[in-house]
């Protein structure tokens, strides 16, 4: 048998064929005939038999072109070769997901619905409509905070013009992917914001995560302190009476939906006419 110069071949696994001839050898010359296969003796024998008719030059070039590999080292070779090549596609892989994760952190995690963090995304019909009235009251170069709304943050980052500030405010550690605009916040910490984005945000969004007074109630504190004037809230429709209370937000006709059906009646509330800018084009 021949053996191919693959250069992927580990010089080991050939010293190892070399160590384990001698082995066998010795193995044999000692009598210790029970720990050699039969097929290894047959080999040895065979190798003999061909040795004796053949002119030593013959031998010589024999030994040199051809290395009797037994069927063990032939398929740990094997084996070797596509570990090796299994590797390679891998690191490919990896070099690549690495590459566009650099051009487009969306790409870095997976952001499935987590209901344990009360999770319903928005559809790409309300992403849009909400979208489309943060460019109009931001403008190109104002400001827009997402308030545990991170689906219209996503939305927002593949519309915006360059100059318009986005920064999400988020319990899931997830989006900080997002790096310098996602902004750790918990509900329960309503005044633990960064004191120099307070009161800077033409458009307010917030969606919270629980239907109760509670939940209500801080947020809006944190709503107050970060807007300078427009706010849109998203939530159940029992909670009308209390978003025009704590917030002076009535609700709209516009109704946002979710990807994944909620069973809840969902509503919009806005500070503003958000209606009559609804039909008018979305982005
Ligand atoms: C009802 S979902 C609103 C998501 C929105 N519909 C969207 O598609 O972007 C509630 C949001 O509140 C976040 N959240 C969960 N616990 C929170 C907490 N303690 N403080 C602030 N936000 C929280 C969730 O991660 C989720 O993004």
Same mark, same amino acid.
């Given at each position: 048998m021949t053996i191919v110069r693959n250069p992927v071949i580990s010089p080991d696994l050939l010293n190892f064929e070399v160590m384990s001839e001698v082995n066998v050898n010795e193995a044999y010359q000692e009598g210790?005939?029970?720990?050699?296969t039969s097929t290894s003796k047959e080999e040895i024998d065979q190798s003999e038999d061909v040795k004796e008719k053949r002119s030593p030059a013959a031998e010589d070039q024999d030994e040199e072109d051809d290395v009797q590999l037994s069927a063990f080292t032939m398929s740990a070779l094997q084996e070797f070769v596509s570990e090796q090549l299994e590797r390679e596609q891998r690191r490919q892989q990896a070099e690549q997901l690495a590459q566009d994760a650099a051009k487009?952190?969306? %790409?870095?995690a997976d952001f499935e619905e987590d209901w344990q963090l009360s999770q319903f995304w928005y559809d790409d019909a309300t992403c849009r409509v909400l979208a489309s009235e943060a460019l109009r009251l931001a403008g190109p170069s104002g400001r827009v905070a997402c308030l545990s709304s991170p689906t219209l943050y996503r939305h927002l980052r593949k519309v915006r013009p360059p100059e318009l500030k986005l920064t999400l405010f988020e319990?899931? %550690?997830?989006?900080?992917?997002?790096?310098?605009?996602f902004v750790l916040y918990d509900y329960r910490s309503p005044l633990d914001v960064p004191g120099d984005l307070r009161e800077q945000f033409d458009l307010v969004v917030a969606d919270p995560p629980f239907l109760s007074e509670e939940c209500l109630t801080k947020t809006a504190v944190t709503v107050r302190l970060l807007a300078k004037q427009h706010i849109l809230l998203c939530t159940g429709a029992q909670m009308a009476p209390l978003a025009g209370r704590l917030l002076g937000l009535h609700e709209c006709r516009f109704r946002p939906a979710h990807a994944n059906n909620l069973a809840n009646e969902f509503r919009c509330f806005a500070s503003y006419d958000l209606d009559s800018h609804v039909s008018k084009g979305t982005t």
């Amino acid at each position: 048998m021949t053996i191919v110069r693959n250069p992927v071949i580990s010089p080991d696994l050939l010293n190892f064929e070399v160590m384990s001839e001698v082995n066998v050898n010795e193995a044999y010359q000692e009598g210790n005939g029970a720990k050699i296969t039969s097929t290894s003796k047959e080999e040895i024998d065979q190798s003999e038999d061909v040795k004796e008719k053949r002119s030593p030059a013959a031998e010589d070039q024999d030994e040199e072109d051809d290395v009797q590999l037994s069927a063990f080292t032939m398929s740990a070779l094997q084996e070797f070769v596509s570990e090796q090549l299994e590797r390679e596609q891998r690191r490919q892989q990896a070099e690549q997901l690495a590459q566009d994760a650099a051009k487009d952190p969306d %790409q870095l995690a997976d952001f499935e619905e987590d209901w344990q963090l009360s999770q319903f995304w928005y559809d790409d019909a309300t992403c849009r409509v909400l979208a489309s009235e943060a460019l109009r009251l931001a403008g190109p170069s104002g400001r827009v905070a997402c308030l545990s709304s991170p689906t219209l943050y996503r939305h927002l980052r593949k519309v915006r013009p360059p100059e318009l500030k986005l920064t999400l405010f988020e319990y899931d %550690q997830r989006f900080s992917v997002f790096g310098p605009e996602f902004v750790l916040y918990d509900y329960r910490s309503p005044l633990d914001v960064p004191g120099d984005l307070r009161e800077q945000f033409d458009l307010v969004v917030a969606d919270p995560p629980f239907l109760s007074e509670e939940c209500l109630t801080k947020t809006a504190v944190t709503v107050r302190l970060l807007a300078k004037q427009h706010i849109l809230l998203c939530t159940g429709a029992q909670m009308a009476p209390l978003a025009g209370r704590l917030l002076g937000l009535h609700e709209c006709r516009f109704r946002p939906a979710h990807a994944n059906n909620l069973a809840n009646e969902f509503r919009c509330f806005a500070s503003y006419d958000l209606d009559s800018h609804v039909s008018k084009g979305t982005t």
